[in-house]
């Protein structure tokens, strides 16, 4: 190794927190040389790899604070790159909130405001019943403002795991804060809109090598959605839909997106739907139909909990998974 590599000079670290950060009470570092950032000198890949049973605790973000600058310590490196992917991007976020060694941080279909994705899905705690997870929103005015960060979220519209509303939370609260950051709109290759592990391992790359944002988001933008994904999204149904009509006249019926007007046996009714963009063929349709409202407690005339959270946008957004 020549004397300037060994001082660590144009050297850059690429810290990738995969998903499922620490397996409780358990973790392991495993580096692995990688040429994905190409920059003077030899580039570094350090993964950290695990699973997590729960939301990583404070602790276990120090853990890995402490384990970067002792790497820093080792290597003679001076500046980290980070890339957090789904629950891994929770740890990333959290990082950034304490560290001022960071350059570029992508966050790919990541888990980075906890309290509104559980609030998605009617739930007030965790898998652990962790009732006060730690939120990387809550952090982002933590997060100090240096000329040499920058914060890329990247994010598929369509995300059925970690939801894309979820996400564009976390950025606008970082554009809140004035801190350099950019959502990138990339569709990914799976059935769950959510794999965007390739994409935001090579948006990662291209800012550590010094591309600009806008020819970052030009090169890798490719699923801009029409509504943005944190426009009200209102749950469809209320505590009165099982208990009162719905009425609703044909001129607001026919200024839904996706609805049809009928006339059976002498009443109007509106029937929404929602369509995939799916291939298939051009002259046959599959037909998903829901099931029924109701929570089917005795004696209870309410709506289960899918049928109380369902909106527009999640319909929407399963049709297309």
Same mark, same amino acid.
């Given at each position: ?22 397996? %409780? ?25 695990? %699973?997590? =049973? ?44 304490? =560290? ?15 309290? !509104? ?28 403002? =240096? ?24 950025? $606008? ?32 790359? $291209? ?68 369509? !995939? ?17 109701? !929570?089917?407690?005795?004696?209870? !005339?309410?709506?289960? $909990? ?16």
């Amino acid at each position: 190794m020549d004397q300037r590599a060994r001082r660590g000079e144009g050297i850059r670290l690429l810290c990738q927190v995969d998903a499922g950060l620490l397996e %409780h009470r358990e973790h392991e570092l495993v580096a692995q040389s990688a040429d994905a950032v190409r920059s003077p000198g030899p580039a570094r890949d350090l993964r950290i790899v695990g %699973h997590a =049973r729960a939301t990583p605790t404070q602790r276990e973000i120090d853990v890995v604070s402490a384990a970067l600058d002792a790497i820093k310590a080792e290597h003679g490196y001076r500046r980290l790159h980070f890339f957090g992917y789904a629950e891994g991007g929770h740890t990333a976020a959290a990082l950034l909130a304490q =560290r001022t060694d960071v350059g570029c941080a992508v966050l790919a279909s990541a888990l980075v405001s906890v309290r !509104s994705r559980l609030a998605e899905l009617g739930r007030r705690e965790d898998v652990t019943g962790n009732k006060d997870p730690l939120d990387p929103v809550a952090l982002t005015g933590k997060i100090v403002k =240096r000329p040499d960060l920058r914060i890329f979220v990247v994010t598929d519209p369509d995300d059925v795991v970690i939801s894309a509303r979820s996400q564009t939370h976390y950025f $606008r609260s970082l554009a809140a804060a004035g801190l350099s950051a950019h959502q990138v709109f990339v569709q990914a290759p799976d059935p769950y809109a959510h794999e965007l592990f390739a994409a935001g391992r090579m948006i990662t790359a $291209r800012c550590a090598q010094g591309a600009t944002a806008d020819a970052i988001v030009a090169a890798h933008q490719n699923k801009l959605p029409a509504t943005p994904p944190d426009a009200d999204d209102r749950p469809l149904h209320s505590a009165q839909t099982l208990r009162a009509p719905v009425v609703v006249s044909e001129a607001a019926c026919k200024a839904l997106p996706k609805a049809a007007w009928l006339r059976v046996e002498g009443s109007g009714y509106c029937v929404r739907y929602w369509m !995939s963009t799916a291939g298939g063929t051009k002259g046959e349709a599959l037909a998903f139909i829901h099931g029924d409202l109701l !929570s089917g407690e005795v004696g209870q !005339s309410v709506l289960n $909990r899918g049928a109380a959270l369902v909106t527009a946008g999640r319909m929407q957004r399963d049709a297309h998974a």
